[in-house]
């Protein structure tokens, strides 16, 4: 009989990349630990929210979870750093961090809270979509824009000039639609999948974040695997990202098409270089100790 592992997900889709990805590592995880192990993935938030399942993770109530990193700032310091703001100049700069020794201290940063981190997932890049084109700062100043609910994404939107408005996703496309709100940031699977496109039509490539997911497991449940199982779980996980990405890459191009069927414009020339000098005072007020900011630089090193 196979060990049955439990990861959370709070994607609807059961084909969402992060979804299909976790279900393609417990296949190569069974195959090679001859049928030893496997994972059964708990997505449409089935135990719970990101924050919920985290708390569970780290008292081994759960054995694995896919979050989006921003639910860990508070917890793993080093998380902050993929998270911030214009960090990343391209997709491909984001995958060589995050695949190299920067990505692997940033994951060994969350064991001491008793998670154990396996991978990055990508999550896109995210872009401001309103009734009009931001195309620089000025075209965002008092703009009503929803936002995550975290400090970190209040200073992101205030920096430009802009009313954060933090909210739930759940509420988004309501507060779209009644003029609640002027705009939303996400990626364009987002933009597409929860049918903003239908409330606000123009798209900025202002490309500000590429925060990741992040695949973890329970430290408790880790600490029982031998060394020979553990290198067996880390190996599988390293061939999800890039079936991961793949199917990433994929849901981009057909969300892109999609939205721009239904008439959506994407704008690309944005003075992303503006926005980016705008961030000066988050790097300031978030990147606060030597560690974080020697890990930054590294990043920025990074060709």
């Not at 639910?71 to 310091?77: A, D, F, Q, T, Y």
């Not at 700069?93 to 154990?116: A, F, N, T, W, Y």
């Not at 824009?145 to 200073?155: K, N």
Request: net charge positive.
């Amino acid at each position: 009989m196979a060990v049955e592992f439990r990861s959370a997900d709070v994607h609807n889709s059961d084909d969402y990349p992060t979804v299909a990805a976790v279900k393609h590592m417990s296949e190569v995880l069974n195959q090679r630990s001859g049928g030893k192990y496997k994972i059964k993935v708990f997505n449409k938030s089935a135990l719970g929210t990101e924050k919920e399942t985290l708390d569970q993770l780290k008292i081994g109530a759960l054995e694995m979870n896919r979050v989006n990193i921003s639910s860990l700032n508070s917890i793993c310091p080093k998380s902050l750093v993929p998270t911030m703001p214009f960090l990343f100049h391209s997709v491909a700069h984001m995958r060589k961090v995050l695949d190299g020794p920067i990505g692997e201290e940033i994951l060994k940063g969350c064991e001491s809270q008793g998670m154990v981190g396996l991978a990055f997932y990508d999550s896109g890049s995210r872009s401001i979509y309103a009734k009009k084109a931001v195309r620089t700062p000025a075209d965002s100043k008092g703009l009503k824009i929803r936002v995550q609910q975290s400090e970190l994404w209040v200073a992101i939107a205030s920096a430009i000039g802009a009313n954060a408005t933090p909210m739930p996703t759940s509420e988004i496309y309501t507060a779209l639609k009644t003029g609640l709100i002027d705009a939303a940031e996400n990626n364009i699977p987002s933009y597409a999948g929860f049918k903003h496109y239908e409330a606000v039509k123009v798209y900025s490539l202002t490309e500000h974040s590429m925060a990741p997911e992040m695949l973890l497991m329970s430290k408790l449940v880790w600490d029982k695997l031998s060394k020979a199982d553990q290198d067996l779980f880390r190996a599988a996980a390293k061939e999800s990202v890039s079936f991961q990405r793949q199917r990433w890459d994929e849901q981009e191009a057909k969300d892109k098409a999609l939205v721009q069927k239904a008439g959506s414009q994407i704008v690309t020339d944005v003075d992303k270089a503006a926005f980016k000098a705008a961030m000066a005072p988050v790097y300031a007020r978030f990147i606060n100790t030597p560690d974080l900011q020697r890990l930054v630089k590294a990043v920025q090193d990074t060709p």
